[in-house]
Antibody
Framework: QVQPVQSGAEVKKPGASVKLSCEAS????????VHWMRQVPGQGLDWMGM????????SYAQRLQGRVTMTRDSSTSTVTMELSRLTSEDTAVYYC?????????WGLGTLVTVSS | DIVLTQSPATLSVSPGDTATLSCRAS??????LAWYQQKPGQPPRLLIY???TRATAIPGRFSGSGSGTEFTLTISSLQSEDFALYHC??????????FGQGTKLEIK
C-alpha cells in the first residue's frame, strides 16, 4: 500500500483550526518527504508545504507562514497538517503526497468546508 | 516565488488529434518540471518528471519537452480517457514549490 491514507471530511467555523492526517507506508515515511496541497474543486493546485518525516524538518509556503504547522508521528507513520484561523477561502480539498520534488503517490484527499 | 503560467486555460480537441499544452515559468527552473493529469473526483496522477521523463505506466502518447522557462506537454492520438485537467509543477526552487493554474482539456 503505497498510496497515503488521509483522514475524513471536516466542517469548521470561521476562526477555528483544522487538523488533518496522512498515514504513509513505512517506505514512504523513511525515504520521502510528505507534501500538502489544496485545491478548490475545478481549479489549480496550491502547494502548502512539506515535512521530512525522518527528522521533522519543515518548509511552508510563505503566504501560509504562521497559520500552518506540519508534524509527524514515527510510531504510527502519520503526518499531520494543522491550519489555523480558518476563513471561507480555506474551503478546499486537501491532499498529501510523497516525493522530493515531483510527487508520485497522492492520497485521495480530504474535503474541508469552512462555514458559519 | 516562481510563477507558472499554463496556457490555454481550456483546450478543445477532437479524439484522435494531438493536444499541445504549455507551461511557462517566471524564472529558470532548468528541467525541474513535472506534469500531472487529474480527473474529476480523483487526485492528480504523475505523468512526466524532469520535463521529459514519463512516469511508470504512462502511455507513450504522452510526451514532455522544454527546459529553462518554456515547457510543453504533447498528447498524441487523444483517447476519451485523456480529457481531464492538467497541471504543471516546478521543483527547482527547493524548498518552495509551485503549480500552474491548470489547463482543462475538453472534447471538441
Amino acid at each position: 500500500q503505497v498510496q497515503p491514507v488521509q483522514s475524513g471530511a471536516e466542517v469548521k467555523k470561521p476562526g477555528a483550526s483544522v487538523k488533518l492526517s496522512c498515514e504513509a507506508s513505512g517506505d514512504t515515511f523513511t525515504t520521502f518527504y510528505v507534501h500538502w496541497m489544496r485545491q478548490v474543486p475545478g481549479q489549480g493546485l496550491d502547494w502548502m508545504g512539506m515535512i521530512n518525516p525522518l527528522n521533522g524538518e519543515t518548509s511552508y509556503a510563505q503566504r501560509l507562514q504562521g497559520r500552518v504547522t506540519m508534524t509527524r508521528d514515527s510510531s504510527t507513520s502519520t503526518v499531520t497538517m494543522e491550519l489555523s484561523r480558518l476563513t471561507s477561502e480555506d474551503t478546499a480539498v486537501y491532499y498529501c503526497a510523497r516525493g522530493y520534488g515531483f510527487l508520485d503517490f497522492w492520497g485521495l484527499g480530504t474535503l474541508v468546508t469552512v462555514s458559519s | 516565488d516562481i510563477v507558472l503560467t499554463q496556457s490555454p486555460a481550456t483546450l478543445s480537441v477532437s479524439p484522435g488529434d494531438t493536444a499541445t499544452l504549455s507551461c511557462r515559468a517566471s524564472q529558470n527552473v532548468r528541467s525541474n518540471l513535472a506534469w500531472y493529469q487529474q480527473k474529476p473526483g480523483q487526485p492528480p496522477r504523475l505523468l512526466i518528471y524532469g520535463a521529459s521523463t514519463r512516469a511508470t505506466a504512462i502511455p507513450g502518447r504522452f510526451s514532455g519537452s522544454g527546459s529553462g522557462t518554456e515547457f510543453t506537454l504533447t498528447i498524441s492520438s487523444l483517447q476519451s480517457e485523456d480529457f481531464a485537467l492538467y497541471h504543471c509543477q516546478q521543483y527547482s526552487s527547493w524548498p518552495q514549490f509551485t503549480f500552474g493554474q491548470g489547463t482543462k482539456l475538453e472534447i471538441k
